[in-house]
């Protein structure tokens, strides 16, 4: 599958995710990184996705550790990420 397919794939899953929470966190996510992503940061998100919602929000929140697969880089940016965006 080209790139372009399997990313529209994943913005689908992302944003479609069963909780308003879980979509904003993990679609905002999608939404503001995946333009720069390479195949590794593709293949996470992937893996992520097959997770339970409330893992991801715990993970994402701090309120739980991270499994060593989805612990670095990414989950760091998911923590960081301001969801709140200024018109200022």
Not at 2 to 9: A, E, F, I, P, Q
Not at 21 to 31: H, K, P, Q, S, V
Not at 52 to 78: K, S, V
């Amino acid at each position: 599958m080209d790139r372009d397919t399997r990313l529209k794939r994943l913005r689908f899953r992302a944003w479609h995710r069963g909780t308003k929470e879980a979509d904003m966190l993990i679609g905002g996510l999608f939404d503001r990184c995946s333009a720069e992503w390479q195949e590794a940061e593709i293949a996470w998100f992937e893996a992520l996705l097959e997770e339970q919602d409330i893992d991801i929000l715990a993970w994402a929140m701090g309120t739980a550790d991270a499994p060593e697969r989805f612990a670095g880089t990414m989950m760091e940016r998911m923590r960081r990420l301001d969801y709140v965006e200024s018109s200022r």
